[in-house]
């Protein structure tokens, strides 16, 4: 495979975040730079060092894909890593936000995003996020990671978890999010923290969460400062279980069925205030202490006349109850409250 870096000045830098294609087109060479970029047909990445902020410089060599497996790059880092670089796999929604938060708490730190394919890397790249692929190799380890990517999207979940740990080199925080489908409730009951698992063979569902989890602790025994963030419906204006119901009308699922909520924002914050804390083995949630059945959802989305359609109606009257959490204790230790305490207060309505 061939390699092509195009060192470009930084002087030349500013301003091009948004152009990419016509930094390309007229870069010149050089051998006094203090950035570097790579590129190929199928990979872009940006990274610079300003001398001013005495950062550590990054090349990111883009092999050429012809005649290579797609994901089959190398990124190699010349210097030590900063002390509040992010690496963030699965950067979706939820990533990056983190990573928007993450850089207005920490200028100048580095955040790299790793994808299961290069479709959104443009939109990456806008954000400052360094992208690469699921497959990369490195030759560092970063000292924040978060894995947020969903299990939906990959044959092997527990694999791609524990492949992420290796990523983390312990001197900050590892977090992985998930969901809180292994508490084991399924008729609206009370939960928090410390109640227990569904049972591994249960679920097939519940079962690839679990042994993600597993993978965790085991890493945990290897001292891995990890935190386990079981996040729930996760939603703001135009994402969420809301906008999905709306859409259809009308919905064969049971209404009473109990819900927990937090909005993205939030649940950012959250991660964010976990990642900088220096725990080892732990569980937090994250909602908003308000559960609400999938009825009062809509009833408060009707009421907020802020969506243009009318919800019609559920229908199920068979599938499972949900479970109401609460979160207290993840409040108190970690001194973090939401900044919208419930579903109805998001929409300016009063439940």
């Not at 930084?10 to 050089?30: E, M, N, T």
């Not at 085991?218 to 906008?243: C, I, P, S, T, W």
Request: net charge neutral; hydrophobic share 35%.
């Amino acid at each position: 495979m061939s390699t092509m870096t195009v060192c470009i000045p930084s002087s030349q830098i500013r301003g091009c975040l948004d152009s990419p294609k016509k930094l390309i087109s007229d870069f010149s060479f050089c051998s006094n730079s203090s950035a570097f970029f790579s590129f190929s047909r199928r990979f872009f990445s940006f990274s610079t060092s300003f001398s001013v902020l005495n950062r550590p410089l990054l090349k990111v060599n883009g092999s050429s894909t012809i005649g290579a497996p797609e994901g089959e790059l190398e990124a190699s880092f010349a210097g030590m890593v900063g002390a509040n670089d992010l690496l963030i796999v699965g950067p979706g929604v939820l990533g990056r936000i983190v990573a928007e938060k993450w850089r207005e708490e920490h200028p100048g730190c580095q955040i790299y995003g790793q994808t299961m394919t290069s479709d959104h890397h443009d939109e990456l790249i806008r954000m400052g996020i360094t992208p690469s692929m699921k497959g990369t190799q490195v030759s560092h380890k970063f000292p924040y990671v978060i894995f947020c990517a969903p299990p939906s999207r990959t044959p092997d979940y527990p694999g791609d978890v524990r492949e992420a740990t290796l990523n983390w080199n312990g001197e900050g925080s590892f977090l992985f999010t998930s969901s809180s489908a292994p508490y084991d409730c399924s008729d609206n009951g009370n939960c928090d923290e410390d109640s227990p698992v569904v049972p591994i063979g249960r679920s097939p569902r519940t079962d690839l969460l679990l042994k993600a989890e597993k993978v965790v602790l085991e890493a945990g025994d290897m001292n891995l400062n990890y935190k386990r963030n079981h996040l729930n419906l996760q939603y703001k204006a135009d994402r969420g279980a809301h906008v999905y119901w709306l859409e259809k009308g009308i919905s064969d699922v049971r209404p009473d069925h109990i819900l927990n909520l937090i909005h993205y924002e939030d649940a950012s914050s959250l991660s964010i205030a976990i990642l900088k804390k220096k725990l080892r083995g732990r569980i937090f949630l994250g909602c908003d202490n308000h559960p609400l059945s999938r009825q009062e959802v809509m009833v408060l989305v009707d009421k907020s006349g802020k969506y243009g359609k009318k919800f019609g109606s559920f229908t199920g009257t068979k599938d499972p109850l949900g479970k109401k959490l609460n979160n207290s204790k993840t409040r108190a230790e970690l001194g973090w409250d939401p900044k919208y305490p419930s579903f109805a207060n998001f929409l300016g309505v009063s439940e």
